[in-house]
T-cell receptor
Framework: GAGVSQSPRYKVTKRGQDVALRCDPI?????LYWYRQALGQGPEFLTY????????KSGLPNDRFSAERPEGSISTLTIQRTEQRDSAMYRC??????????????FGPGTRLTVL | AQSVTQLDSQVPVFEEAPVELRCNYS??????LFWYVQYPNQGLQLLLK??????LVESINGFEAEFNKSQTSFHLRKPSVHISDTAEYFC???????????FGTGTRLQVFP
């Protein structure tokens, strides 16, 4: 079956522009997660959803970052007024039911964002 | 707060040799423990996880990890590695009262012929 997909795979933008990163989770998966991974680091939690409800956004670095999942399926991570420090790999993951914290998270291929 | 430490950023090893990738964690609450692997040009995928019960867990491709509560460690081992094991390995914890994964910085395993 299809895994988690993300688009675009690569995004180059100029400082100050807004970007929207898309995640399409595995069909039927309740929970969806966003992580950011800087070069040479492990993934860093940003936010997650159960269905359409955003359960935890404690990892979003500032108010330029926002995420939504309006119909409980596809999610969009938006970064407004991008800065060079936003350059990183943005990873999305989904799990069947993440409420217990024990479910396997399935990761997408990531979107490599470069801010010039 | 929780943190995960992977002290070895790179581990070079010859094929068929044993390997151990170290992982230590710090947490004020109980956690679940995971190892994820990222093969070249692929996304992260779960290798194995410890939730409860036997402290020794195994993967389908010969890796094993042992949860040591007193040492707050979850080291990953394989008695004989293959070229195809070349990848980056990430240790992660998930606190009982949350749903998020907290990752270490990763260990790049390079297997040479």
């Amino acid at each position: 079956g299809a895994g988690v997909s993300q688009s675009p795979r690569y995004k180059v933008t100029k400082r100050g522009q807004d970007v929207a990163l898309r995640c399409d989770p595995i069909s039927g998966h309740v929970s969806l997660y966003w992580y950011r991974q800087a070069l040479g680091q492990g993934p860093e939690f940003l936010t997650y959803f159960n269905y359409e409800a955003q359960q935890d956004k404690s990892g979003l670095p500032n108010d330029r970052f926002s995420a939504e999942r309006p119909e409980g399926s596809i999610s969009t991570l938006t970064i407004q007024r991008t800065e060079q420090r936003d350059s990183a790999m943005y990873r999305c993951a989904s799990s069947l039911d993440g409420l217990a914290g024990t479910d396997t998270q399935y990761f997408g291929p990531g979107t490599r964002l470069t801010v010039l | 707060a929780q943190s995960v430490t992977q002290l070895d950023s790179q581990v070079p090893v010859f094929e068929e040799a044993p390997v151990e990738l170290r992982c230590n964690y710090s947490s004020s609450v109980s956690v679940y423990l995971f190892w994820y692997v990222q093969y070249p040009n692929q996304g992260l995928q779960l290798l194995l996880k410890y939730l409860s019960g036997s402290t020794l867990v195994e993967s389908i491709n010969g890796f094993e990890a042992e949860f040591n509560k007193s040492q707050t460690s979850f080291h990953l081992r394989k008695p004989s590695v293959h070229i195809s094991d070349t990848a980056e390995y990430f240790c992660a914890v998930s606190p009982y009262n949350t749903d998020k994964l907290i990752f270490g910085t990763g260990t790049r395993l390079q297997v040479f012929p």
